[in-house]
């Protein structure tokens, strides 16, 4: 039966259904109220967490490829302040060298080759410089396929970060790449790291060194308070450095420079120490060798000229001091430019060495030797009694130098020291002064002839002066003229006879009048022009022979020549000779060449060598001054020889002392042995005379003959010669 819509019943029925309605609808608008309350909340707390850890938020859109931004400003104050919205292309945003990148790790995430989107580029937010940043995120909506529509995530500015790797890179680049070993200890001083030049210094690999204390670099060469004051000091102060010596793992020692620095870093705060080490053994070494080289000759291993200096001025300042007196000696070898110049300076070099010793085994220790340079020497002597006690010690030098030096392979070189003394405080007040006046006081011992010592003294100043002068006006002998020769004749003892001359060289300046030899022939050896002058005083000697032979003088009668070492050394001296003898029409028998006894044992084994090309020739060979030397009977039987010339010194009391008549008879009768002729020089009275003819001397030259004159006057006394009466009566015309 249908119901009455007035019924009572339904209409409670519909009101019911409608207040089931509302009551459904409030509370699906209640809850929608509180989802949406929720999801502003949530996205509060996203936009909160994103802006408390500077993160960005970023949607793409798959088939649009378009981005969508929430960007937000760690720097801001409220929250509602942080939030900015923007929709940019991806091209746009993305720096182009880094878009390529960006897009493959998108489309690998899109296409499922990756599960994430990871990142890094450069982007451009509304025109600001590119900054870095690091982008992550995911698919986040796919259609009912599964096909990716949308990507979200988040992206962070790692521009600092960035840098911060750069940088930390390039600092571990640069630790690794350093000559110098780092380390890093903890507090115990155990390794902690160790660079690569650390295994490279101290031979431990850092495998090998991490976690080994320190202790295993210590060297023996420091106590162990020496290490320990050195970490409690890095301990108090936080730094420590200084030189120090060190052990390698193969137990070698190395000098080391070494740097240590705290730095914080350990766990809670503990402190760990920074060491830069530097291997400085060589460095140290370079710089020894540096100051060697800058103190003492290398050669000799003697102090230097600086060194001389810093000694001598020490030693004056302690004389000064205490009231004292000093001696400077200054030495000079005698003729070793031309040992030098024949030997080879190999060989000059050994010379060197032997002096340098033999000096310092007669001087000990107590005294200082210093080499200046070249063959010159000086001694000081200090605290002195008296001037004499500096004379003593320069005969000791030159007696030391009697025997001949020993150089390689046993070869023995006979050569003299001239020595020259200067006094403190007599001679002068600084270093300078001393070396300067003690070398003045050498060259006038050389001026003297050599192998002798000289004290200084004012007069010695214009002598060094003249000679200055003399050397100037040396050069030009040649040219003005001013050089000539005399000849002295020579006689027989056996028929009186006048058997030859010795040509005497003489120089006449016009500025210094008469020169006497020893004056200027030791200058023209120094300088070199005796090579010149030489030539020319053998020319005019087989020139002047050559005439008196065209006058019709016996060819019988020879002219001899002296030979300075310096022409002897010299390789073609022998052609010149052989030249001079073509040119002049001379025969080789009539030229005599006179060598003294110094210069032909300076180095006796090649002399003999050399002389033998004259002997070829056919000259005959003289040794002059003989006996004033130190020569060895087993090199004089070698060398070619002809005949020996005893000194005037020996001569000159043969008659009244037995000592220089029992070493002329000597001399006379082991040249006879050898079977050489012997001529004594400077005779110049009847009883030498009668001596010598006693004793068996073959012939005689000196003033009792004659005296040295020009070729003309020579020439006439020659010819008035009258053997006989000289004979008869013993004496000359």
């Not at 990142?119 to 870095?132: C, K, L, S, T």
């Amino acid at each position: 039966m249908p119901t009455d819509p007035a019924d009572p019943r339904v209409l409670v029925a519909i009101l019911l259904l409608l207040a089931l309605a509302a009551a459904a609808a409030l509370a699906y608008r209640n809850r929608t109220r509180r989802r949406l309350r929720r999801l502003g909340e949530r996205g509060d707390r996203l936009r909160m967490a994103l802006w408390a850890t500077g993160e960005h938020y970023w949607e793409y859109d798959v088939a649009s490829q378009a981005l969508h931004l929430l960007l937000l400003e760690p720097g801001a104050d409220h929250l509602s302040d942080v939030t900015r919205e923007q929709d940019v292309r991806l091209e746009r945003l993305v720096h182009p060298d880094d878009r390529e990148a960006v897009e493959r790790a998108i489309q690998d995430c899109v296409d499922g080759r990756t599960r994430s989107v990871v990142v890094e580029a450069r982007v451009n937010i509304d025109g600001q410089e590119p900054f870095w940043t690091r982008a992550r995120g995911r698919v986040v909506r796919r259609d009912p396929h599964g096909r990716p529509l949308r990507l979200a995530g988040t992206a962070r500015d790692v521009s600092r970060s960035r840098q911060a790797e750069r940088e930390r890179r390039i600092a571990a680049q640069v630790l690794h790449s350093m000559d110098e070993a780092v380390s890093v200890v903890d507090a115990s001083f155990n390794f902690i790291s160790v660079n690569r030049a650390f295994t490279r210094i101290t031979g431990y690999p850092a495998e090998e060194a991490i976690g080994r204390g320190a202790g295993m670099l210590d060297s023996d060469q420091h106590d162990a308070s020496f290490y320990r004051h050195m970490r409690e000091t890095l301990q108090r102060q936080g730094h420590w450095k200084g030189e120090m010596w060190q052990q390698r793992k193969d137990g070698e020692e190395f000098l080391c420079r070494l740097v240590c620095s705290a730095v914080t870093g350990g766990a809670e705060g503990e402190a760990q120490y920074v060491t830069v080490l530097t291997d400085v053994t060589r460095q140290k070494r370079a710089e020894q060798e540096l100051l060697y080289l800058a103190n003492f000759d290398t050669l000799t291993n003697l102090p230097n000229r600086s060194m001389l200096s810093e000694k001598l001025s020490r030693a004056i300042v302690r004389a000064r001091r205490q009231d004292g007196r000093i001696a400077l000696l200054f030495l000079d070898l005698d003729r070793f430019k031309d040992v030098n110049d024949s030997l080879g300076h190999a060989a000059g070099d050994r010379i060197l060495r032997a002096a340098a010793k033999r000096l310092q085994q007669t001087l000990g220790a107590q005294h200082t030797v210093a080499r200046l340079g070249g063959d010159e020497f000086t001694v000081v002597l200090e605290d002195l009694e008296s001037p004499d006690q500096a004379e003593r010690t320069a005969r000791e030098l030159i007696m030391a130098f009697e025997a001949p030096l020993q150089i390689d392979g046993g070869q023995e070189i006979a050569i003299s020291p001239s020595i020259g003394i200067s006094l403190y405080p007599e001679h002068g007040q600084v270093p300078t002064e001393l070396i300067k006046r003690a070398d003045t006081a050498m060259y006038q011992a050389k001026a003297a002839g050599r192998r002798t010592f000289m004290r200084y003294d004012d007069a010695m100043d214009v002598a060094t002066r003249t000679r200055a002068t003399l050397s100037g006006a040396l050069r030009k002998v040649l040219d003005r003229g001013e050089l000539r020769l005399a000849y002295q004749p020579r006689m027989s003892l056996a028929d009186s006879r006048i058997t030859g001359v010795e040509a005497l060289l003489r120089w006449s300046s016009d500025e210094h009048g008469e020169v006497p030899p020893a004056d200027f022939i030791p200058l023209a050896e120094e300088s070199g022009l005796i090579l010149e002058i030489g030539e020319w005083v053998l020319r005019e000697a087989c020139l002047m022979l050559g005439r008196w032979q065209q006058h019709g003088m016996d060819k019988g009668l020879s002219v001899s020549v002296n030979v300075s070492a310096l022409q002897l050394q010299r390789g073609d001296f022998p052609q010149v000779v052989r030249q001079v003898l073509e040119d002049t029409g001379l025969a080789p028998g009539s030229l005599e060449l006179e060598l003294t006894e110094s210069v032909l044992m300076a180095n006796a084994e090649q002399t003999a060598a050399r002389l033998q090309a004259f002997r070829d020739i056919g000259v005959p060979l003289a040794i002059d001054d003989f006996g004033t030397g130190y020569s060895s009977l087993a090199y004089l039987k070698r060398l070619p020889l002809t005949a020996i010339k005893v000194d005037k010194a020996f001569v000159d009391d043969v008659s009244t002392d037995p000592d220089d008549a029992a070493i002329t008879s000597t001399i006379i009768t082991m040249a006879h042995s050898l079977g050489l002729k012997v001529v004594a020089e400077g005779v110049e009275t009847e009883a030498q005379v009668r001596f010598l003819r006693s004793r068996g001397c073959d012939e005689i030259q000196g003033f009792w003959v004659a005296p040295p004159m020009d070729g003309h006057a020579c020439l006439a006394f020659i010819r008035s010669w009258e053997p006989r009466r000289a004979l008869a009566t013993g004496a000359a015309p």
